[in-house]
């Protein structure tokens, strides 16, 4: 009976299910490292706990699927975009309500065009 909240993967036809549990306990170091090594060999932990006890694999390893990095950003360029971005949604109410002549708008959008060449050159 499958565990509840675990999907079953689909068993392509004419190969034979796994259905017997082994419950081993490891130090969190043990299994980390383990996790690490299987990750080497591009190999899940149990895929490659087989291999370490020296039973052959009855079919190719499952690919292991790999995470998404997360990109490091500056928080300073974050904050002057988002500063920049905010004088950009002032302008447009200010037009929207009809409160600003064009040539404030101008001088308004040479200031933003300024800050964003600022940024793009690294001087922020």
Avoid: C
Avoid at 83 to 106: H, M
């Amino acid at each position: 009976m499958p565990e509840k909240g675990r999907e079953q993967n689909p068993v392509p036809e004419g190969r034979k299910k796994r259905t017997a549990w082994i419950h081993i306990m490891a130090y969190p170091e043990e299994r980390v490292a383990w996790q690490a090594m299987a990750k080497e060999e591009g190999l899940s932990l149990a895929d490659f706990i087989r291999q370490r006890l020296g039973k052959p694999l009855l079919h190719p390893p499952l690919s292991v699927p790999k995470r998404r990095t997360v990109p490091v950003a500056d928080r300073d360029l974050i904050r002057q975009i988002a500063r920049i971005g905010n004088n950009l949604n002032q302008i447009a109410r200010k037009v929207n309500g009809r409160s600003l002549t064009g040539i404030e708008i101008l001088v308004h959008l040479a200031a933003i065009e300024r800050d964003i060449k600022e940024v793009l050159d690294g001087t922020h």
